[in-house]
């Protein structure tokens, strides 16, 4: 998918400084964060306490649909992205070092998205957004 084609991203300042602090650690190294590097690149930044509330930002919680692709056309799934070290294996939790929570990060209710996977290309659809930390005046979590 070219740029042009790419959802406008909305990030927090918060979230991308301490997404770039944890790309620089060393356990990153080996993982490929080329694309979310590329988001992070891409998106417009702003302070938390200007989120929009149907933005998905980190420790946000969002029912999205996967519109297409190998993973189960249609199937809805609520997902919560989190850091790396929130991520416990819960199937309702994704790290934003995966795929998946590369592609939701900075994505509004509504906006859709290809992203390449394991399996072959997800398109996502956000639908709705049952969390977000700075719509609930947390602005630092």
């Not at 190998?70 to 199937?91: F, I, K, M």
Request: glycine share 8%.
């Amino acid at each position: 998918m070219s740029l042009a084609n790419l959802p406008p991203l909305l990030l927090s300042r918060l979230d991308v400084e301490r997404i770039e602090a944890l790309l620089d650690q060393p356990a990153v190294e080996g993982i490929d964060t080329t694309a979310l590097q590329a988001e992070l690149n891409r998106a417009e930044v702003i302070e938390p306490a200007q989120m929009p509330s149907d933005v998905i930002t980190m420790n946000s919680t969002a029912r999205f649909r996967i519109a297409d692709g190998q993973h189960g056309a249609g199937e809805e799934r609520e997902l919560t992205l989190v850091y790396p070290r929130d991520a416990d294996g819960s199937p309702d939790k994704v790290s934003i070092l995966a795929p998946v929570g590369s592609a939701l990060l900075g994505l509004r209710v509504g906006d859709e998205i290809e992203w390449p996977s394991p399996g072959g290309t997800l398109r996502l659809q956000v639908l709705s957004i049952r969390y977000q930390p700075e719509s609930a005046g947390e602005l630092h979590r």
